[in-house]
C-alpha cells in the first residue's frame, strides 16, 4: 500500500494533493522505483535523483497540453510512474513491456521521444516555436537536461538560438555533477564555481540572453515548487539550475553512482547487488578492447585511445587508470571525438577512437569529410554493434555498416570472436595507411582463453570454416558463431559450408569468385539492418560480375525494432539459430 501514490493516475491528479502529501509522495515513489529497478534491472540512479523534480513540474504545469521533454530519458521513471504507466511499469525494457525511455506512441505525456542525449533544447524549442506561429502562446515549454549533456555540441547549439528568441521555454538543469561516469571539462569546472558563488557576475547562460536562476536543492520540494511558479510567470527563455544527487535514497546508489546508473539486480532492502557466479566466464567484448589496447599502447607509445563519455561501457577506463595522458574522456562529445582522432592521426598518433554503435551516427559528416576523405588512419572501434536488447530501438547498433561501406577509404571489419578482435587491433596498428571500423557487440564473447598472442590478419581475407556442397553461408562478426550453431543442428551439414567473411569492406573478392562458383546458393547473415548492409556488398558484387546464383540475405528488416531479450530481438528479426536452420533445412 502507498498512500499517497495509490491515488495518482495521472498528473491532475497531483493537484489536489497538500505539501506535506507530495513530500510523502517523493518517498513513496522512491521506493516504488527502487523495489521494481530491483528485479526487473534498468536506469536506477538517474530517476532516484529527480524524484522530487519529477513531482515538481507535474505538479507546476499542465501536461501535456504543456510540453516536457526529458533529455536521454533515463531519468524519466518517475514520469512514467506519475503519468498513467504505474501498473504497467514492472514491464519496463521487456518484450511487449514500456520503453526504458520517452516515446511518443506510448504516451501523449511524452512531448517526444529520447534516447541519445542533448537533443531536448532543440526540440522544445522547435515545439515552442510552433506554439508562436499558431498563436497557442500559453503553452509552457519544459526542457530537463543533465550536467554531462548539456556540455554536447547539439545542447549549445540549441542555447545559441534560444537565446535570441522570445519563446516561453524553460530549460532546467539537473546538476549532479556525473553522466555514467564523473562529468569531465571546463564547462563543469564553470558550473562548479556558479555553485560556489564565485561566478556569478558573467553567468553563462545570461551571457547567452537567458533568464537564469539558481542554484536550487533538487531535493527541497517546496523551494523547486514556489521557483517553478515564479519561473511560469516569466516571459522569455529562462533556465533554472538544479542541484541533484545521483541515486538519491538509497545509500549504495549514492556511494558508487557510476555501478549504480545501471546496477543490474539488487536487494531492494539493502541495495545490494546480485553477486556474479564463480564459474570462468567468456570476457565481454568491451574488455578484450580495453585490455588489449593497454597491451599494445605499452609496446607502441603512438596509440591513444578516446571515448566520448563512456570509460566504464567501452572499458577505456582501464587505460584512463594506467596511461592518463594517453586517453581521453571528451564528455558527450561523439562529433569532436572523431574530428579530434583525425587531428592526432595527421599528427603521427595511432588514435583508437571507441564510440558505441548507436552514438557514432552523431559524427557521421566528421568520418566523412575529417576522416575518410582525407584518408586518415583512425581506429574506430565501435561497440554495442547490432541489436542491444533492453535499451530498444535508439539504441541498437544496425545502421553502421550501411552507413559506412558507403565511404571512401574506409575498412569495415567485424570479429567472429575474441580473438579476431585482438588480432585486428594489432593489425590497426601495425602501420594500417587508412581509416577502419571494428564493429563487436555487447554482452560477453566466447572464449575463456582469449588472451593468445596476437596475429596480424590481412586485410580484405576471409576464412573458410567449413566447406560444404551445395549452400555457402556467409557471415559477419560474430553472428557466425550462431550460423556455427545453426549448421550444427541442421538436418544436412555436409552440404553446407561456412565461411567467416570478416570484412564487408573490402569484400574478399577470391573468396567470393569461388564460392559463387562452386556452390548452388548463398545465404548471407549478419546482426544489421538489411539494406545496404553486408548482404547487400555480396549481392552488389554478385551482379557486377554476372553470378546468377540464388543469395537468401538475413539481416535487421526496415522496421523499428523495439526492446526485449537479444535473443527475442533476433527471433523478431529472423536470425535466431532455429531460424537459419529451419531455412538451411528447406532449401537443402
Ligand atoms: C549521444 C549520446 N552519447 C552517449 C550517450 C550515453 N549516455 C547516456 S546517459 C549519459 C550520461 C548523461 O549524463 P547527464 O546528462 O548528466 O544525466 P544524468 O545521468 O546525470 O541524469 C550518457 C553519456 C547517449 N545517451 N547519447
Ligand atoms: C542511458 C544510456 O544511453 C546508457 O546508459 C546506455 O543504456 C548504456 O548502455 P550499456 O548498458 O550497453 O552501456
Ligand atoms: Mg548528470
Known amino acids: 500500500m502507498k498512500k499517497v501514490l495509490d491515488k495518482i493516475n495521472a498528473p491532475a491528479d497531483l493537484k489536489v494533493l497538500q505539501l506535506d502529501e507530495l513530500v510523502l509522495l517523493a518517498k513513496e515513489l522512491r521506493a516504488f522505483i527502487i523495489d521494481v529497478v530491483a528485479t526487473k534491472e534498468g536506469h536506477l540512479g538517474a530517476s532516484l535523483g529527480v524524484v522530487e523534480l519529477t513531482i515538481a513540474i507535474h505538479y507546476v504545469f499542465n501536461t501535456p497540453t504543456d510540453k516536457l521533454i ?22 519496463n525494457r521487456q518484450l511487449n513491456g514500456i520503453s526504458g525511455f520517452p516515446k511518443m506512441d506510448e504516451s501523449e505525456y511524452d512531448a517526444f521521444g529520447t534516447g541519445h542525449s542533448s537533443t531536448s533544447i532543440s526540440a522544445i524549442l522547435g515545439m515552442a516555436l510552433a506554439s508562436q506561429l499558431n498563436k497557442s502562446d500559453n503553452t509552457q515549454h519544459v526542457a530537463v537536461i543533465g550536467d ?85 510567470t516569466v516571459d522569455g527563455p529562462k533556465l533554472l539550475h538544479v542541484i541533484t544527487t545521483k541515486g538519491k535514497g538509497l545509500k549504495q546508489a549514492e556511494k558508487d553512482q557510476v555501478t549504480y546508473h545501471a546496477p543490474g539486480k539488487f536487494n531492494a532492502k539493502t541495495g545490494e547487488r546480485e553477486h556474479k557466479p564463480l564459474a570462468p566466464e567468456p570476457p565481454k567484448f568491451q574488455d578484450v578492447f580495453g585490455k588489449t589496447i593497454i597491451e599494445l599502447a605499452e609496446k607502441n607509445e603512438q596509440i591513444v585511445g578516446i571515448t566520448p563519455a563512456m570509460p566504464t561501457g567501452s572499458s577505456l577506463k582501464y587505460m584512463m587508470e594506467k596511461m592518463p595522458d594517453r586517453a581521453f574522456d571528451v564528455g558527450i562529445a561523439e562529433q569532436h571525438a572523431v574530428t579530434l582522432a583525425a587531428g592526432m592521426a595527421s599528427n603521427g598518433l595511432i588514435p583508437f577512437c571507441n564510440i558505441y554503435s548507436t552514438f557514432v551516427q552523431r559524427g557521421y559528416d566528421q568520418i566523412i569529410h575529417d576522416v575518410a576523405i582525407q584518408n586518415i588512419p583512425v581506429v574506430f572501434c565501435l561497440d554495442r554493434a547490432g541489436l542491444v536488447g533492453e535499451d530498444g530501438t535508439t539504441h541498437h547498433g544496425i545502421y553502421d555498416i550501411a552507413f559506412l561501406r558507403c565511404i571512401p577509404n574506409m575498412i569495415v571489419f567485424s570479429p567472429l570472436d575474441e580473438v579476431e578482435l ?125 553470378f546468377k546464383t540464388k543469395i537468401k540475405q538475413f539481416g535487421v528488416p526496415d522496421n523499428t525494432i523495439g526492446h526485449g531479450t537479444i535473443k527475442e530481438l533476433h527471433d523478431i528479426c529472423g536470425i535466431s539459430w532455429e531460424q537459419i536452420k529451419n531455412y538451411l533445412d528447406q532449401t537443402n
Open 148 to 232: 554531462a549533456s548539456i556540455a554536447s555540441g547539439m545542447a549549445f547549439e540549441a542555447l545559441n538560438h534560444l537565446g535570441e528568441t522570445n519563446t516561453n521555454v524553460l530549460v532546467i538543469l539537473n546538476d549532479n555533477t556525473i553522466g555514467i561516469d564523473p562529468s569531465v571539462g571546463a564547462l563543469k569546472k564553470y558550473l562548479t564555481n556558479v555553485k560556489k558563488g564565485t561566478a556569478k557576475e558573467e553567468n553563462i547562460f545570461e551571457c547567452l540572453n537567458l533568464t537564469y536562476s539558481g542554484p536550487v536543492d533538487g531535493h527541497n520540494l517546496p523551494l523547486l515548487i514556489t521557483e517553478l511558479e515564479r519561473l511560469k
Open 422 to 546: 585482438r588480432n585486428i587491433m594489432y593489425t590497426a596498428q601495425k602501420g594500417l595507411k587508412q581509416p577502419i571500423a571494428i564493429r563487436y557487440p555487447r554482452g560477453r564473447g566466447y572464449k575463456i582463453d582469449w588472451q593468445q598472442p596476437m596475429e596480424q590478419i590481412t586485410i580484405g581475407s576471409s576464412v573458410c570454416l567449413k566447406q560444404g556442397s551445395k549452400t555457402a553461408v556467409l557471415s559477419f562478426g560474430p553472428i557466425g558463431n550462431t550460423v556455427k550453431q545453426a549448421i550444427a543442428a541442421a538436418n544436412h551439414p555436409a552440404k553446407i559450408g561456412h565461411f567467416n567473411m570478416r570484412f564487408a569492406k573490402p569484400l574478399d573478392t577470391q573468396a567470393l569468385d569461388a564460392i559463387f562458383k562452386n556452390y548452388e546458393q548463398v545465404v548471407t547473415v549478419e546482426d544489421g539492418c538489411i539494406i545496404g548492409g553486408f548482404g547487400s556488398a555480396v549481392l552488389e558484387y554478385a551482379n557486377s560480375k554476372g
Open 70 to 91: 526529458w533529455d536521454v530519458g533515463h531519468q524519466a521513471y518517475g514520469h512514467k510512474i506519475l503519468t498513467g504507466r504505474r501498473s504497467r511499469f514492472h514491464t
